[in-house]
């Protein structure tokens, strides 16, 4: 099941079909005004409650939809440091309708603790991302382009850094763990 505001959820059917999930329900609705027919296992969130000055009420109603030991997944953009000077370049209308405070991984686990559920994880999942909403035309769009590439490509190198730092933090869980148990 989906809730969105958007016109578009033919598309969004569409998307889901193509992808070997034809059964999805959907809603087009406010999630402020919107009561969940059920509870759910897993809600999942993709860049939604950043865009609130007050993101507890949305937090909430993503806490509210979940049924007692289900999983409540949120995800935000990193729109810190280098991501905040190439959006304010180059996608700068995008960027004023963005919460910075919520983006901080401390500040969204307060956020989620304070709805009262466990925290498995907060923070990056992802080392460097850039993309642009609008990249305009002539120039902006050329450097704006380039930027993206060049943010995939340090993505790539990042990834296989972050793949080899998860790899030695779990071995050294592992022994504490190991040890723990001595």
């Known amino acids: 099941a989906g809730i969105d505001y958007v016109d578009q959820l033919d598309q969004v059917r569409a998307a889901l079909t193509a992808n070997d999930c034809p059964e999805a329900e959907l809603f087009r609705a406010d999630l402020f005004t919107f009561e969940s027919p059920r509870q759910f296992d897993v809600v999942f969130s993709a860049g939604f409650v950043e865009h609130f000055e007050n993101y507890m009420p949305a937090i909430r109603k993503h806490e509210e939809a979940l049924r007692p030991g289900g999983y409540l997944v949120i995800t935000v953009p990193n729109y810190t440091h280098l991501q905040h000077l190439f959006h304010s370049v180059f996608d700068a209308e995008n960027l004023r309708n963005h919460r910075f405070e919520i983006m901080k991984p401390s500040v969204l686990r307060e956020a989620v603790e304070a709805c009262g559920l466990k925290v498995l994880h907060a923070g990056p999942v992802q080392s ?11 120039l902006r769009r050329f450097l704006s382009r380039t930027c993206e590439g060049a943010a995939d490509r340090l993505q790539r190198v990042l990834s296989a850094d972050d793949r080899k730092a998860i ?16």
Do not use: Y
């Open 128 to 138: 460097f991302d850039f993309w642009v909403v609008n990249r305009g035309r002539g």
């Open 167 to 182: 790899k030695k933090r779990r071995k050294a869980e592992k022994l504490r763990r190991k040890a723990g148990r001595r």
